[in-house]
């Protein structure tokens, strides 16, 4: 089992950078996995961790826990309340607007309607030669994403509707663009990373900023797509 990396950690937090693929916790509708970072990081550390808030076991990136049981009450409730700011980078397909607000209610299982909130900015486009249905050419675009709003799966739905589904989301995603990253760049990731967290700590009463970098795949695939940007 290999260690988890860990980018920040005081007496009371502490945060990962997590791996694509990498449950949080267990759960009943990934009964293949074997691994979680809560038992991870709890084997690491030698103590108990408490998930500060979730990321899908798709997404990378900054993941926070905290070391006791008050400071976890002290940060769901920041979580809850938005008090943490929590910017994300994603590929999707098409070229976006410069900047956009999704403003689009989401069902949770048991059907009850929920507001949720998604800012964006666009940061780079891309066009490569390869055919997308009727055209010669096929179009991405990288995205700073900032969900004001903590619903499950809330980048990816909304990103997908409004037509610019992130590369590699399964089921939300295009199924003709996995395919071709699968094919083409043996891609079978979902381009979407936890890129940062900023807020001011509950306990020391102090701004906390966290970055993760992104993966080597997620770089790989920014790379073949022209993307120049500095991450």
């Known amino acids: ?16 950078n997590k791996a694509h693929g990498l449950l949080v916790h267990r759960s ?18 030698g103590q108990h961790v408490y998930p500060a808030h979730r990321l899908d076991r798709k997404t990378s990136g900054v993941l926070l826990f905290s070391l006791d049981k008050s400071s976890d009450t ?9 008090e943490i700011e929590k910017s994300y980078l994603a590929i999707v397909r098409g070229f976006t607007d410069d900047e956009g607000v999704i403003d689009y209610p989401l069902k949770k299982e048991n059907g009850k309607m929920q507001e949720a909130l998604t800012r964006y900015e666009t940061l780079e486009r891309s066009e490569i030669i390869i055919p997308n249905q009727k055209h010669e050419t096929s179009r991405y675009s990288l995205l700073k994403v900032k969900p004001e709003t903590g619903r499950m799966h809330q980048i990816r739905r909304h990103l997908a509707h409004v037509l610019h589904p992130i590369i590699g989301d399964r089921p939300h995603g295009c199924n003709k663009q996995n395919r071709m990253f699968k094919e083409n760049y043996g891609m079978t990731t979902m381009l979407l990373h936890a890129r940062q967290v900023r807020f001011r700590h509950p306990v020391l009463g102090i701004e906390i900023n966290i970055e993760a970098r992104q993966s080597d795949e997620f770089f790989r695939i920014a790379k073949v797509l022209g993307f120049g940007i500095d991450f």
């Open 28 to 45: 009943a509708l990934a009964r293949d996995a074997s691994e979680f970072a809560m038992q991870i990081l709890r084997n690491q550390l």
């Open 74 to 82: 002290l940060m769901q409730k920041m979580f809850a309340t938005g």
């Open 1 to 16: 089992m290999t260690d988890l990396e860990i980018i920040y950690r005081d007496p009371h937090l502490v945060a990962i």
